[in-house]
């Protein structure tokens, strides 16, 4: 970062004093960091604090010009080569997808065309609020980053989703846009994800697990990557990222039919559905009515997406076919069962992971994973956050499309 000129917006939350964390952490790395709080964040940390530990003095009202040289909020917004808000609270969120500027921060906002990173702050129940929610995926459609907020105790009483991301992740999410050029841009990626439904009748299906979760996570990290992202998925439990092309299935037939029609555009397919094997022989039409002590369901196999997209790689061998990554989820036997799909289906990664561990199976946050080459393993990834094994699984990818 040594450099890099970064605003970093604070607003006014209760965590608005881990801002200051931040700020020390983006000056000890080498940046440029000028502050802006509104009136509620200087409520809660002084202004003082946050220019002793830039070295710089802290803007506070859009009024006060100290410089009569230049006006202070398109300069500031000019020479930023980063735009951080944390916390941003969900007023602040709200401004800045309508575009109002009414204070020093919301103003220098509109007018700074830096990247953006937004680390959200609130209440559970508010950062699940439609309102908040499509505030987020229009800013997100955008080009604005976010630092999505951890689960755990918050200030208010509630335990749930809306605590502020910790300082070094906020610094890290920085570090990683001001790198240098995007790993995937320019390039075609198809990501699958969620769980498919195998219907019985109108209101009965047979389905698994899977949340979506690790699939959003690498689309959402795909297109901060520069990539144009198509996100096939299934059933989910959240809403999927912003600033993708979202296509929504329900079985495994629909998302063969979806993930197979773009074989011969995509650069990349990446397969972390989680497809049933099998479907309902017969489909009932109205809903089947109780009728005896048992049930009997016929099943049969349903189309192989993984499979059919390793027979179309044989097929081409002129180099037109996608990179695949295969996903793995197993019980045991880690190793064995994953390299046997990556050989048979063709794959040039595969992600495996035992969903019996702990912070390892559906519906974390988290995820344990071992991700596997023709060659055999090519890393072992602890317990992290799932944007973070995304994160790591495409800096992988890239670096194996570049040699190839």
């Not at 509109?110 to 559970?124: E, K, Y």
Request: proline letters at 5%; charged letters at 25%.
């Amino acid at each position: 970062m040594t450099g890099k000129t970064i605003v970093l917006g604070i607003s006014g939350g209760i965590a608005a004093y881990k801002a200051a964390t931040l700020c020390s952490r983006l000056v000890s790395w080498g940046a440029q960091v000028r502050v802006i709080m509104t009136d509620g964040a200087a409520r809660f940390v002084t202004p003082l604090t946050l220019q002793t530990l830039s070295r710089h003095p802290v803007a506070t009202d859009v009024f006060d010009e100290r410089d009569p040289s230049v006006v202070q909020h398109i300069d500031w917004a000019d020479a930023a080569d980063l735009v951080i808000v944390a916390p941003a609270t969900a007023n602040v969120i709200g401004k800045m997808a309508a575009g109002i500027a009414d204070d020093m921060l919301s103003t220098t906002l509109l007018a700074t065309t830096a990247p953006i990173v937004v680390a959200p702050a609130m209440n559970v129940h508010m950062w699940e609020h439609p309102a908040v929610v499509d505030n987020v995926l229009k800013l997100a459609s955008r080009g604005v980053r976010f630092v999505e907020p951890g689960t755990g105790q918050l200030a208010c009483g509630y335990v749930g989703k809306g605590r502020l991301a910790e300082p070094e992740e906020i610094a890290e999410a920085a570090a990683s846009l001001l790198a240098g050029p995007r790993l995937l841009a320019g390039l075609k990626i198809v990501v699958t994800a969620g769980g498919t439904v195998e219907r019985i009748d109108p209101v009965r299906y047979v389905t698994n697990d899977s949340s979506g979760k690790m699939g959003f996570a690498l689309a959402e990290t795909a297109r901060e990557y520069g990539a144009e992202v198509t996100l096939i998925c299934a059933r989910t439990d959240e809403r999927p990222p912003g600033g993708v092309n979202v296509v929504r299935v329900e079985s495994a037939a629909d998302m063969f039919d979806e993930v197979t029609k773009r074989l011969g555009d995509a650069d990349v397919i990446v397969k972390a559905a989680a497809v049933a094997d099998y479907r309902p022989l017969v489909r009932h039409d109205t809903k089947m009515k109780k009728d005896g002590e048992t049930l009997t369901v016929e099943f049969v196999r349903n189309p192989d997406i993984l499979q059919a997209i390793g027979d179309w790689k044989a097929a081409h061998p002129d180099g037109k076919a996608p990179f695949t990554i295969g996903f793995a989820a197993e019980t045991g036997d880690l190793e064995k069962y994953a390299m046997d799909k990556l050989k048979r289906k063709k794959c040039d990664l595969i992600v495996a992971n035992d969903v019996s561990l702990p912070g390892a199976g559906f519906g974390t946050d988290t995820n344990i994973a071992s991700v596997y080459a023709p060659e055999g393993l090519v890393e072992s990834i602890p317990l992290s956050a799932k944007r973070w094994v995304a994160e790591r699984i495409w800096q992988l990818a890239a670096e194996r499309m570049k040699q190839a």
